[in-house]
């Protein structure tokens, strides 16, 4: 039998397979304008994905930034580099206020040390003996793929922290790997359909607010909510298990449906004009995380059965059927036009990943008042130059990109 990959592969893809023997000269934008064959279904399988390893530069951003107080290497108080005094390194902290994971991944993707844990706000209880004790950063705020803090946005020079005592600074907690979520748009596209479901079967769905605001409004028992359903599937492509940051001891129990949600907000469901307005209220929705299914290499860690561990497992995904209660958006006041279709998985960054970008899927939609029409859904949150030009132009997309 073959070897098995070295541990450090990620698992295979998933979805169509698209193009085969793309011969670059190195100068070309995109791929698809390398030389390449278009598959036919069957002809090339996962197993044979292509890969990168990326080479990063050093620009030396590593020497301007330490970490101070931990229990291990890999976690600490942040302290960053702000020039010389009597010939010496001076060093000072960064505001927790407002600290979070995104800037905890730059910080530790600057400091060498893999991927974010978790982004703390106060440090009390690292030991700050030797280290800095100023505030010389406040109001850090990053995309998440900045190289340094330095690249983030700050108040600047002017350090404006509410809570400037050393033991609120920021600090974090990194890892070497870290779960990596993306969402099947394919099936999205392929499942989704209008239905005209009674009031009367949507009291468990209005207790867990799966629908629109003015749905309070409604004639309750009777009349109808318009409701866009589809299927969606969310697989874990990282290289570790994505697992809820709330213990068990704070999971809800969710009468309705009879199990705990153990993530308040995993995805956000929305209806966006073509020039980025939201016109169908967005769902927030939360879930119950568990492997309904596995890739070849992988077996099933986590089910939302019996208070089970919540979870899910790399090389897994978590499966949501269009036919389960809240699997939609609500589009009853919604007026007939062109349209967005949005999903965001794990949208506050409550749990960190590996790479954010791929967390946000879109699809253009047509609704005509009776039916509506989904296509070319992607991955990415923001339409790339290869996507935009696939798209239909509707008035006003062309000057009005999605942030």
């Known amino acids: 039998s073959p070897p098995s990959p070295p541990p450090s592969l990620p698992p295979a893809g998933t979805g169509p397979v698209y193009i085969s023997e793309v011969g670059c000269a190195g100068t070309e934008a995109s791929l698809l304008d390398c030389p390449h064959k278009n598959v036919t279904e069957g002809e090339c399988g996962h197993g044979e994905d292509a890969g990168v390893e990326c080479y990063v530069p050093d620009l030396g951003h590593q020497h301007t930034i330490r970490i101070r107080g931990g229990r291990t290497r890999f976690e600490g108080r942040v302290e960053v580099q702000v020039g010389r005094r ?92 870290a779960p990596d979520l993306v969402l099947n748009a394919g099936l999205v596209e392929k ?116 208070f089970g561990e919540q979870g899910i497992t790399v090389g897994c995904w978590d499966s949501y059927r269009h036919d389960i209660d809240c699997q939609w958006i609500d589009i009853t006041d919604l007026k007939p036009g062109h349209y967005i279709m949005q999903i965001v998985i794990n949208p506050h960054h409550e749990v960190a990943e590996s790479d954010f970008s791929n967390n946000a899927m879109k699809c253009n939609c047509k609704y005509d008042g009776h039916r509506i029409w989904m296509h070319n859904c992607h991955i990415g949150d923001a339409f790339s130059e290869e996507v935009e030009r696939k798209f239909e132009k509707y008035p006003g997309q062309l000057s009005n990109l999605i942030p």
């Open 86 to 177: 009597n010939g010496t390194q001076r060093w000072g902290l960064v505001c927790g206020d407002g600290w979070g994971t995104l800037e905890a991944t730059v910080a530790c993707r600057q400091l060498g040390l893999g991927y974010a844990n978790h982004g703390v706000q106060e440090t009390w209880y690292w030991d700050s003996e030797g280290g800095a004790g100023e505030m010389v950063v406040s109001g850090v705020k990053c995309r998440g793929d900045e190289l340094s803090l330095s690249q983030c946005r700050s108040h600047g020079p002017t350090v404006q922290c509410p809570r400037p005592a050393p033991r609120h600074a920021a600090g974090v907690i990194c890892t070497e790997t």
């Open 191 to 306: 499942t989704a359909y209008i239905e005209d479901r009674p009031l009367h079967m949507l009291y468990c769905a209005a207790e867990e607010n799966c629908l629109s605001s003015t749905a309070v409004n409604a004639n309750w028992p009777y009349g109808h909510r318009r409701l866009l359903r589809f299927s969606s599937e969310v697989q874990n492509i990282g290289r570790a298990d994505f697992r809820p940051r709330a213990g068990r001891h704070s999971w809800l129990w969710h009468e309705c449906h009879g199990h705990y949600h153990s993530m308040d907000i995993f995805t956000h469901y929305d209806i966006l004009t073509v020039n980025g307005t939201k016109v169908a209220e967005g769902h927030k929705a939360s879930f119950c995380l568990e492997d309904s299914d596995c890739g070849e290499d992988a077996g099933k860690r986590y089910e939302c059965a019996n």
